[in-house]
């Protein structure tokens, strides 16, 4: 087969959505045209106008509530977009990071009519592109919709493509494996493990020998470009990564998973704007919300996979978060013993631990 299969179709749509570029959506029979909210352009909001007398500004319920708008679709809302609101505005109302020179004056309509699957389709993509949640969407009838995706080289996702994407989201596979010496470890192997949906490749830091017939000592560790690399005082992700690659090599053995899920499954530009939010005042969780997103965005079962793919099935977990112990084990990897990582601490991210602690639970 030539032709792109569901997970190929699913990342060029991703891909597409990035640079700004539409997508048209059909779910239940009904469909319409999607660009990211945070990338769209006068031209692209024009044309969007141009086809469809139905445009609205679709966001999360939390992004929704911030706005004091209604989500009638329970887990997203359909903002009526204005005929006369202009791409600047859109954006402002899209990345509250930007609200106190872009102030949103509302109040926002939501509408309540009609069928909201395939809108909530399109958000999906933007949120796994790692883009904010939203899209301006217009809407339209099925076969309009195909029409206009074949006409204008459109990547068109339907209900049937996502589901089979969604049926293989966590396939993985090892690409590549190289011994690596580290400081810690002169013994050491990294795994590199490439989704087969396209999305960011995970690494596995093996050192020593691991019995695999044994529990073995682990940690799942998400990628933090402000702790791990450039000494980020704002959160203990730094110190955390290297006390547990010291921990597993005075044991002599185990395993360290550094899962490309930067700012807890948002990417590092959203990332940057909780930041910006947290600057105003609003805490970690508080930050993610207004930018519509949820407490954490991660998906823990990518690590179970790649522990399972290394032939191991129970560990000893290091991790104060028991949102990761559940997740393993849930996901088939017996968590014999939570062992805790208490680092990092300092003036600067006091804030955050007590946030991480009362509102999601982290044992400190």
């Known amino acids: 087969m030539l032709g792109p299969n569901a997970e190929e179709m699913t990342a060029r749509a991703r891909a597409d959505l990035r640079i700004g570029t539409p997508v048209a959506v059909v779910s239940d029979d ?14 692209r909001l024009g044309a969007l106008r141009a086809i469809s007398d139905t445009l609205d500004l679709v966001i999360t319920a939390r992004r929704a509530e911030t706005l004091q708008a209604r989500a009638y679709d329970g887990d997203i809302a359909r903002l009526v977009l204005d005929t006369d609101m202009s791409f600047e505005h859109v954006h402002a109302i899209t990345d509250p990071s930007f609200a106190l020179r872009n102030p949103l004056m509302g109040p926002f309509p939501s509408r309540r009519d009609g069928n909201a699957a395939p809108q909530r389709l399109a958000v999906r993509l933007t949120r ?6 939203s ?11 195909r029409d206009l995706a074949k006409a204008n080289s459109l990547t068109l996702i ?12 966590l396939e993985l596979t090892c690409v590549s494996s190289a011994r690596v010496p580290l400081v810690v470890s002169k013994d050491a192997h990294v795994h590199v493990f490439r989704p087969n949906n396209g999305e960011e490749e995970h690494y596995a830091i093996e050192i020593g020998r691991p019995d695999r017939a044994q529990p073995v000592l682990s940690r799942l ?21 290297r006390a547990a690659l010291e921990q597993i090599s005075k044991t002599g053995s ?19 704007r909780a930041y910006s939010l947290q600057d105003q005042g609003y805490d970690t969780v508080e930050a993610n919300h207004r930018l ?3 407490d954490d965005e991660r998906d823990f079962r990518i690590g179970a996979k790649i522990l399972t793919s290394l032939g191991f099935s129970s560990v000893h977990l290091m991790t104060n978060n028991p949102g990761k112990v559940a997740g393993m084990n849930a996901a088939g990897v ?31």
């Open 30 to 43: 009904v469909g319409g045209i999607a660009v990211s909210s945070e990338m769209i352009s006068a031209d």
């Open 128 to 133: 796994t592109a790692r883009l904010l949640p």
């Open 135 to 145: 899209v301006v969407f217009a809407s339209a009838t099925a076969d309009a919709v």
């Open 158 to 169: 339907d209900d049937k493509i996502m589901a089979q994407a969604d049926d293989t989201a």
């Open 221 to 241: 560790h998400s990628a933090c470009f402000t702790g791990d690399l450039i000494g980020s005082l704002k959160c203990d992700c730094g110190p955390q990564l």
């Open 254 to 272: 185990g395993v360290l998973l550094y899962l490309n899920q930067e700012g807890r499954g948002i990417g590092l530009a959203n990332k940057m």
């Open 292 to 294: 519509g997103f949820e």
């Open 334 to 364: 017996h968590v014999e013993t939570r062992e805790p990582l208490i680092v990092g601490e300092n003036a600067h991210n006091v804030k955050y631990l007590k946030t991480k602690a009362a509102k999601s639970g982290h044992i400190l």
